[in-house]
Every structure is written in structure tokens, then in C-alpha cells.
């Protein structure tokens, strides 16, 4: 028979000890912590399409903690972009520097920069030769984007819009013939950006440089008798053979040697 004392004996209280008091508070307290002071975690990847014209921006949150704001800009010009997922994707049609601020619940914030350059901006590099009265020979590069050849014309001092009478696309050159005293011809790259360069009947033995730098000029003196503007004979001292050569860089010396 069970022991009639032990039956009336009320159950003893649990008792927690000092240590699962400091585990409990020491845990509370780091949540709280993580809480009021987690920032935002991005990445930022670009994809430049393959006409150089823009550039797709994506943005991927790596972190959890719930957003109050998110921004983008490019140059303090706001972009707009769409959310899929964890992910904001927007698209740049200039080259510039992105901002992306985002802010947690928590007033928390993190901003991030990113250059972007992948767009093409720059007109073509052209060097002309006007090699005799009549005749203009151009060659032609650009560094980001391909040449559009259908894009390659010229007008003259009548307002004439003229086709180039030559055109080599292996090795970028084009030749213009005309018959009145001065030329305009103009390049454009497949993402839309245009260059030109102009000569007149009086620039015989002049190459001219066109860059995004500005036009550098290869200044020949010409006799006298070629600055008439209605002359335009054939005759010429200028070696035609340096026409095939392609576009020199800036500090080329050929720009600066006498021929």
C-alpha cells in the first residue's frame, strides 16, 4: 500500500535556473539588435544589348528584411524599372553614374554606385583626303558599335545628296566625286551616332582627323591658283597612295608630317 503522507504532499514548483534567464535575455537582445540595425544587401549586374544603345540593369535584394523604399537614378534623373521577385530590373539608354538607395523598415538604408558606359556615344573616327579637286576619300572606324554602311552620303555646296562612287567594307573606305566647290560627308555607326567632315576645293592636299576630340588638320600649303572656287581641275601634288592607309590615332606622327 502506497504511504498515505506521500499522497497529501503537493507537487514541488519548477524552478528556472539563472542560466536560462541569461540564455533567454542574451538571445532577445541579439534579435533586437539584428532588428533596429540590419541594413539593406543588393548586387548589381549590367547587360549592355548588342546594338550598344542601352544597357539592362539588374538589381537582386540578398537580404530579407522587409523594404520601406527603393530608388534608382542615373545622374540624379530618376529610372523607372519593374520587381520580379527579389529583383528590380531597369534599362539605361545614356551612359552615366547610377545611384540605387534602398531602406529597410528599420530607417536602415544602403546606397550603391555603379558606372555605367557600355552605350555607344561616340560618332565614328573619319580621315579624309581630299586627293584632287572632285575627289574626296574617307576611311572610317568605330570602337563600340559596326559601321552602317547604308548610312554613308555626302552633299555638296548645291544641296545635292550623292552616294559614294566606291566603298570598300573590308577595309572601311568610301570615295565621293563631285563637281562643285565643296563636300559633306557623313557616317553613322549602327547605334545612330553620326559623324562628318567637310572640304572644298581649296583644301587640296589637306587630310582632316574627325574624332570625338574635336578635328585634327594636316595643314599642306596649297599654290594660289587653288583657291579659285571655280576651278576645279584635276591637277594635285598630293600622294595619292596614302589614302589607303585607316584612320591614325591622335598622336600619329603621319598627321603631322609633311607629304
Known sequence: MADKNNVNEKPKKRKFSKLKYIIAFIFL???????????PHFEISTVADSDSKSVEIRVTQKSFFPLQSFTMTLDDSPLSYTKNGNTYVATATKNGTLEVVATNLNTMSQTIYERIDNIDSTSPTIFAQLVKKGVLNITFEDGHSDIDYESIY????????????????????ATFEFDTYSIKAYVSDTAGNEGEVEFNNGEVN????????GTEVNDIPVEESGNNENDISNETTFDVGNLNEKPPKKNDDYLYEKH
Request: aromatic share 6%; charged share 35%; glycine share 2%.
Open 206 to 213: 589637306q587630310t582632316k582627323l574627325v574624332s570625338s576630340e
Open 154 to 173: 555626302a552633299i555638296d555646296s548645291n544641296d545635292k545628296k550623292l552616294k559614294p562612287t566606291k566603298i570598300d567594307k573590308e577595309e572601311g573606305r
Open 29 to 39: 537582445n541579439v534579435i533586437i539588435f539584428f532588428a533596429v540595425t540590419s541594413q
